[in-house]
């Protein structure tokens, strides 16, 4: 299969859609990390909630998932892989600080702090009610 070059600009991500049981409890999540609704993406049609933070970071919150699957997040617990997006990242300016407030509001840290790939970032992970995974990473200075 041959791709032509594209001939139009992509500008930043618009949202993260994430997929979530219970909108109440998963509002009520996002607003501790400083995300809140926004009444203009109020959707309850397509049972989405949009949600915005101070950084205009957004995420639609989609309330239609069956109960969560028992060996855990489908897309990354698993031996097999299947294809699908499996995390959002958030860039934070002070990670220590981020990772200090995570441990105070109970909320555990799956993975690090770590310095990933070229060292241009250290990271952490956490999970939401329904086990989706949110990458937290602040951006170092290059050496």
């Given amino acids: 299969m041959t791709l032509m070059k594209s001939v139009f600009a992509i500008g930043p991500i618009d949202h993260v859609g994430i997929r979530v049981r219970d909108r ?7 607003e ?3 995300f809140r ?9 397509f049972k989405a909630t949009g949600m915005v ?11 239609n998932s069956m109960e969560a699957y028992p060996g855990g997040n489908v897309l990354l617990d698993q031996p097999v892989k299947w294809p699908g997006y499996t995390h959002a990242a958030f860039v934070v300016l002070d990670l220590d600080s981020m990772i200090a407030w995570l441990k105070e509001a109970h909320i555990e840290i799956t993975e690090g702090p770590v310095v990933l790939g070229d060292g241009r970032r250290r ?20 050496h």
């Fill in 24 to 30: 109440d409890v998963s509002v009520k999540f996002y």
């Fill in 32 to 34: 501790h990390l400083g």
């Fill in 37 to 45: 609704p926004d009444p203009t993406e109020e959707s309850p049609e």
């Fill in 53 to 63: 933070n101070d950084a205009g970071a957004r995420i639609h919150l989609i309330y």
């Fill in 123 to 142: 990271t952490c992970f956490v999970r939401d009610p329904d086990l989706n995974v949110l990458e937290f990473n602040e951006l170092l200075t290059p």
